[in-house]
């Protein structure tokens, strides 16, 4: 047994193990399947609404929001 595992070096063994897992799944299929919907509904449609790009509406360029978050942590660490 010791010689099957010797002849790959261990991270084709470790990605081997994960390909075999993936492939034996049944129930394991609809569950990632579900995360990833999540996942998508969570970054993709939750920080459209609820997290708008604050810094590109009240400034107009770089150097005015790199002043603005400087100044936002020097004032927070005080």
């Known amino acids: 047994m010791a ?3 010797t002849s790959r070096s261990w991270p084709a063994r470790v990605v081997r193990f994960y390909i075999d897992g993936f492939r034996s799944m049944t129930v394991g299929r ?3 399947l579900l ?3 999540k996942l998508i509904i969570i970054f993709g ?3 459209l609404f609820f997290f ?3 810094l590109a509406t009240r400034y107009s360029d770089d ?3 790199a002043a603005a978050v400087r100044s936002a942590l020097i004032d927070r660490s005080r």
């Open 3 to 5: 010689t099957i595992f």
């Open 30 to 32: 609809k569950l990632w």
């Open 35 to 37: 995360i990833i919907i």
């Open 45 to 47: 449609i939750l920080k």
């Open 52 to 54: 708008p790009d604050l």
């Open 63 to 65: 150097r005015q929001r």
